[in-house]
Structures are given as C-alpha cells and as structure tokens.
C-alpha cells in the first residue's frame, strides 16, 4: 500500500470516522482505523459494533492495498504533522511509514483481516432530507431522548412517515418533542426508532459535509449517505408509545409570549437552585402577566414576566430544567403556550402554524 493524499482531506476523513472507534475494545482491531487504498481514492473506516462509518477521499494510490493503524496515534500524527501533502507507505514487514515535510513516523499495522467490513443496506425504505434540514431537526428533538436503560425504546428518536408528514418524536417521560417536516420526495408510509447515539454523531459529521444526505432502512438497520460518507447503524427494536394521544387536543388557557424573555427569566429563576432536578419553579398566570417563585434552602426568588393571557388563571409548578432544555431549541421569537390543568402537560408550539409540538409535564402541587 502506498499512496499520497491531501493533508487537509486526511484530517477531515479522520476526525468523522474517529466517532466510531471505542477507545477500549477486547478486539484490538476495533481501536484502529482500516486504511484501504483503490486506485484514485483512499477509504478510512472504522467500527465500534453499533455504529459502522465508512469516508472516502481522494488519493494518489501508487500502490493499492489496506491496513488497519492505531486511530489515536494516527490521528495524533496527521494532526501536528506540517505540510499540505502526506505520504504513506507500507512495506513488507507491515510497517506503515508516514511522511510529511520535516516529519517522518513508522508505525506497526495490525491485521486487516479481522476488521469487521460495513455492512451493505438494501434500499427497502429511504428518505432524502435536505442536510440543514436534518441538522436543525436533530437539534430539535435529540434532548428529549431518554438516558434510562429500562426503557430502551425511549434512548431513540421514533422516525414516522406518513403521507404528508415526516414526524420526529423523543420522549423521556417527562417532556416531550415532535418536530415534522413535509413528505415530498418519498411514497411509502413506515417508522423506525433511530438511537440516540447514531443521531448525536450523524449531527457532528453534518458539520463539516455539504452533500445531501440520504438515509435507507431495512429490517433492523439504516445508513445514512453522502457521496463521500457512509454511516451505518443498528435501529432499537420495539413498539413506540402512541404520542399522538399525549398531545392535548383542548387548552382552557393559552399564553403568546416572547421565547428570549421567558427563557432569561426562568434562569435567572435557577441561580439560586443547586440541584434542578430536586427543586422546582412555580407559575402563576393570571391578567397577562406571569410571575414565577421558588424557594430552596438558599433562598427565594421572583421573576414578573409581561406576555397575552387568553382563558383562566393558572397555579402550576415545572421543573425549571426540562422547560430550559425546551426553549433553546425553539427558534420562533414569539411562542404560544397552551396549558389544560395544573395536572395536565403544557404544549409549546408557535404563534401561528408551525412545525413543532413540545410537551412539558408539570410537578404535582401538594396542597
């Protein structure tokens, strides 16, 4: 194997493929990254058993042929190395040599033999979504994701497509997003539940790709392409819950409000709570204005907020963390809030029709 590539290129390839190497494995093979040179291009790729990433780029191949290398040492290397060229060279012995400029390294290879290849998607279900598009929506949704391994459906964003809608639902109990986008590229109606994990690094990878992305999914798999990345991941297996029958159909009393005052007002709240998950912030709404208290073992305070009142007055009480998460992911300037009951879900949605639903349960109040 023998070949000359772009040190830009090579860095980039490496920094995506990395975020499917374990950083301890039982399998040596799978802490290394598998080189294989073809005439006119250079394919990394790497693998942790979840996740499968495949980047290619192109190359000067004197020499076709593969390897696999250390991630991190290699990584190290293309990263401080000098020069806009790299060469790579492996000899006989399975000694890969490196050079760039005034640098020179030799690194052992290991086997590529044992490298588990990626595993090739047959076309049963695909989608095209615009690369923003996705980007922004994976922002949108991936904090509601559940982290409780008790419920392994909820660690994944459910993926439904209707024949209008493309929906996107996280769910972990105690809040709620859904995030659609239309259906105008694909015909057939099916769902899936994407994990978590594969959507955080699709989300990193979107970064620095300019391509559209397609995504195929078949039986228990779906990849993600470009014309230079492949990502394949395993899908959770199981039933959904049905989150349409979650979302309030009736509110007895709706709020329009500016989203950046009441997310500043609501932080301001948390200042003196040391652990949000414990304390809570309650809600007084009531002639146009909200006013929202809490008291801890610090101390108390008090946040007064102007906004549109339409329907009863209201005594409810949320954990200040959840409605946090939820606000810096709307991007509207102006929100409507709707609400049922003090037992009841609020429901976040804009001012006029939108494309996003979020769901915050409140806190019991004890009376």
Known sequence: ???????????????????????KSTMPVLEGILLEAEEGSLKLSSNDLEIAIEYTIDADVEKTGSAVINSKTFGEIIRKIDGDEVFVDMNEYSIINIDSRYSHFELKSIDASGFPKLVEIE?????????????????????????DENRPVFKGVYVEVEENNINFVATDG????LRKINNENNKECFSCIIPGKTLNEIHKILQSIKDEIKLYICNNQIMFKTDKCKL???????????????????????????????????????????????????????????????NTESGSSKEELVCETFGEKLEIRFNARNFIETLK?????????????????????????????????????RT
């Open 174 to 177: 105690y809040k709620l997003a």
């Open 123 to 147: 076309k049963e279900n695909d989608l095209i979504i615009n690369k923003d598009d996705l980007k922004n929506i994976i922002k949108q949704v991936i904090f509601a994701v559940s982290e």
């Open 232 to 294: 394949v991941s395993r899908l959770i297996e199981g039933n959904y819950l049905n989150y349409k029958i979650m979302i309030p159909k009736e509110s007895t009393l709706s709020i329009i409000v500016n989203k950046r005052e009441l997310l500043n007002s609501i932080e301001r709240s948390t200042i003196i709570m040391n652990d949000q998950m414990k304390n809570y912030l309650n809600f007084s709404i009531d002639e146009d204005k909200i006013t929202m208290t809490a």
């Open 329 to 365: 992911v709307v991007d509207d300037e102006i929100i409507k809030i709707l609400f049922t009951t003090n037992s009841g879900p609020c429901s976040i949605v804009s001012k006029e029709e939108g494309d996003f639903t979020y769901l915050i349960m409140p806190l019991k109040i």
């Open 1 to 23: 194997m023998k070949f000359t590539c772009t040190k830009d290129f090579l860095m980039e390839a490496v920094n995506i493929v990395q975020k499917a190497v374990p950083q």
